[in-house]
């Protein structure tokens, strides 16, 4: 299409000169390559000159049409609505929200888990610890003591002063456990526990070989002094029994671990084998050391024999597995002979129980056994005993002073608790 003619009016150089090209249209219109409307300038008015008559082609002015704006596509240029922008920023924050939880349920999960395993562990090393402690140091500590005065001096300190180093390494092992926080003060007791055998160890070492000396005075001395060392011992087994144990088996529950049969196993202690070990006159029997309150052995033969065990009704055979009934937990009817000339005063009779979870060990003193003749003392078991399997039982009756044939002191039977 042809654009309409556009001419510029020029205006006239000079006054009184006629225009060099007139508009044929004051108000022209045309459309660029963008189809854009372009609106040309107004018409200017020029000013008639004197004495001329002109007409500049007065058609009548037409009113310019407004341009219209491009519309926006019907896609991606419009703006979202209100309701869109809410939804989009609801499942944002829903998924966030989302994110979030499984973030703090995994961590929570692995926490769980990290402490479930802290706690096993810490009651698996505990357990081995004090089950070290009882058999690699309590267990062959008693042994060096029993019949210490026929033992030589020398290797005697020595056996013992090896057990004391290994006590102060079990001290160091308790210190070093990773106790989780449910768990702190539990290990705290436990190291008191091994510091208190380890110092009644060291203590006993430095008395042992003055006990079983032949210098009445000061081996009574000793002797008073060991049996006052075995409270450490005593101390020990009660803190981890009454503070220890329960406060692991509280830990475990509450974190939803089984404890006890089918679970987790929190072990048992005794140190000390009887508390009789507390008695200067028991210390001087198991030592083997002939101090009587006097200092000396009375004159005459001196000994004891045992001669039968009962339990249940009935006489207990060490050739056969004798079936008891184990609740509630039985006594044990012990027959002994006084075979020396004189009679005996602290009598020492003991009953242990080996093969079970833990040894039972109970011990009961006889005040006077007479010279000559037989009696029958009753020594009640106490704690219940292992039910449905084959343990051992073993009954002594301590050595007095003076006496010289131990051999008939101990039987030994094989028994299954029903």
């Not at 309590?138 to 005065?149: H, T, Y």
């Not at 974190?255 to 987790?264: M, N, Q």
């Not at 093969?355 to 003392?377: F, H, L, N």
Request: aromatic letters at 4%; glycine letters at 8%; a negative charge.
């Amino acid at each position: 299409m042809v654009s309409p003619p556009f001419f510029r009016l020029l205006p006239c150089p000079m006054e009184g000169s006629f225009p060099l090209a007139l508009c044929a249209d004051a108000r022209a219109e045309r459309t660029d390559a963008d189809n854009r409307a372009i609106i040309c300038p107004v018409q200017r008015e020029m000013p008639a000159h004197k004495g001329y008559d002109m007409s500049f082609f007065d058609d009548e002015p037409t009113q310019a049409t407004p341009a219209t704006p491009p519309t926006r596509g019907s896609g991606e240029d419009r703006a979202p609505d209100h309701q869109s922008v809410v939804t989009r920023r609801l499942i944002a924050a829903g998924a966030g929200l989302l994110i979030l939880l499984m973030l703090v349920i995994g961590v929570k999960t692995c926490s769980d888990s990290r402490t479930t395993s802290q706690l096993k562990e810490f009651n698996r090393k505990a357990s081995q610890l004090v089950a070290d402690s009882d058999s690699q140091v309590g267990k062959p500590f008693f042994k060096e003591l029993q019949g210490a005065s026929s033992k030589g001096t020398t290797a005697l300190q020595e056996n013992v002063n090896q057990l004391g180093v290994l006590s102060d390494e079990q001290v160091k092992q308790a210190e070093r456990l990773d106790a989780p926080d449910s768990l702190k003060k539990a290990q705290t007791n436990l190291v008191l526990t091994m510091q208190l055998r380890s110092d009644g160890l060291h203590r006993i070492s430095r008395e042992v070989q003055t006990a079983i000396s032949r210098n009445s005075t000061d081996s009574q001395k000793a002797v008073g002094q060991i049996a006052a060392d075995m409270r450490a011992f005593d101390a020990s087994d009660v803190i981890y029994t009454l503070k220890v144990a329960p406060a692991i088996a509280a830990a475990l529950d509450d974190d939803g671990i089984a404890v006890g049969a089918g679970g987790e196993q929190v072990a048992t202690t005794s140190f000390l084998p009887t508390i009789d070990w507390l008695s200067p006159a028991f210390v001087t029997t198991q030592l083997g050391g002939t101090a009587t309150a006097s200092g000396t052995a009375a004159p005459g033969n001196h000994g004891h024999s045992l001669d039968s065990v009962s339990a249940g009704g009935q006489d207990l055979s060490p050739d056969t597995t004798n079936s008891i009934p184990g609740s509630p937990p039985p006594a044990f009817g012990v027959t002994f002979t006084n075979g020396g000339s004189v009679d005996e005063s602290n009598v020492q009779i003991t009953i242990k129980v080996e093969g079970g979870p833990a040894p039972i060990v109970v011990t009961k003193v006889v005040a006077r056994s007479t010279a000559g003749q037989q009696q029958t003392v009753q020594v009640p078991l106490g704690s219940a005993p292992p039910i449905g399997q084959q343990v051992t039982v073993t009954v002594t009756i301590g050595s007095v002073p003076g006496e010289t044939k131990t051999d008939n002191n101990t039987f030994t039977y094989p028994v299954t608790f029903t």
